[in-house]
């Protein structure tokens, strides 16, 4: 039952570094996105995918890119890390319209 | 305005105790309710789904007016275990379905 799964638990980063998140689900969901989380302010949608193929911008996409080559994979690369970028990621993904599962989430910290 | 409303909290409530939680949304198109529990320091993980008739699970229960936009969630009999951050989430109509996701409200549930 891995459902998602999501890599690396935590991460340091220097500001102007890149690195790319990972993210995989075993459920066939169609629909996958990427949360980030900061005190106070709820989770905020990054980018989101609703099929292999297709991806599209969330509210807070500047700094990150997504591909979708397939179904089960999902990665956030960030670009040129930035200490603003300093949050807590989280992978979900969901059929289009039922809940979402999540990862475990990505402590990011970029010094 | 943010789309999804919840108070932060934090809510002290002591064991056996009944407490509410309220959400409100913005947006009238919104097809579908979640309230999510989330640990500290762990990803959001579905409590329940709210339906227009309103819903029970346990010691919770749900329910939702569409007509003043808001959702509840009413625990009752709290529990030490039930300390968490409650998410409320709307699922906005539209071709990507996009959940939204409140802030959180924080309850302690004290010896």
């Known amino acids: 039952n891995a459902g998602v799964t999501q890599t690396p638990k935590f991460q340091v980063l220097k500001t102007g570094q890149s690195m790319t998140l990972q993210c995989a689900q075993d459920?066939?969901?169609?629909?996958m996105s990427w949360y980030r989380q900061d005190p106070g302010m709820g989770l905020r949608l990054i980018h989101y995918?609703?099929?292999?193929?297709?991806?599209d911008q969330g509210e807070v996409p500047n700094g990150y890119n997504v591909s979708r080559s397939t179904t089960e994979d999902f990665p956030l690369r960030l670009l040129s890390a930035a200490p603003s970028q300093t949050s807590v990621y989280f992978c979900?993904?969901?059929?289009?319209?039922?809940?979402?599962?999540f990862g475990q989430g990505t402590r990011l910290t970029v010094v | 305005r943010k789309e999804v409303e919840q108070d932060p909290g934090p809510f002290n409530v002591p064991e056996g105790a009944t407490v509410a939680f309220n959400c409100t949304y913005s947006?009238?198109?919104?097809?579908?309710f979640f309230w999510y529990r989330q640990d500290c320091r762990k990803e959001p993980k579905l409590l329940m789904s709210?339906?227009?008739s309103g819903n029970e699970d346990g010691r919770f229960t749900a329910q939702l007016n569409r007509a003043s936009q808001y959702i509840s969630l009413l625990i009752r009999d709290s529990k030490l275990s039930d300390s968490a951050t409650y998410l409320c989430?709307?699922?906005?109509?539209?071709?990507?379905?996009?959940?939204?996701f409140g802030s959180g409200t924080q309850l302690t549930v004290l010896p």
């Open positions: 989430v709307v699922m906005f109509s539209g071709s990507a379905r996009q959940l939204t």
């Open positions: 709210v339906y227009s």
């Open positions: 459920m066939n969901h169609e629909y």
């Open positions: 979900a993904s969901r059929k289009l319209n039922t809940e979402a599962f």
């Open positions: 947006n009238s198109a919104s097809q579908s």
């Open positions: 995918s609703v099929g292999a193929g297709i991806t």
